[in-house]
């Protein structure tokens, strides 16, 4: 099953800082910063993909385009739940 995830939000906020941790909580092997995304991406398989906005294209109820600070609510909220076993 082809599981990616776009995840977006303005240049500085911390998407690369935080990349490793972002692909490590929705279980992604490979990082696309800074990812042209303009039209929809024939999507490589288990990719985490940054870009700066939300790809226009996107429709809002698709889960897998996710704003940078939504993404690291999970990832807090994944990092707890895994000290806690």
Request: charged share 25%; proline share 7%; with cysteine.
């Amino acid at each position: 099953m082809n599981k990616s995830v776009i995840v977006f939000g303005p240049a500085g906020c911390g998407k690369t800082t935080h990349a490793s941790r972002l692909s490590k909580c929705f279980g992604l092997d490979t990082i696309v910063d800074d990812a042209d995304l303009s039209t929809p991406p024939a999507y490589s398989e288990n990719t985490l993909y940054l870009v700066r906005e939300r790809p226009p294209w996107a429709p809002e109820d698709d889960g897998r385009i996710i704003e940078f600070r939504d993404a690291m609510v999970l990832a807090r909220h994944a990092e707890s739940q895994a000290a806690t076993l």
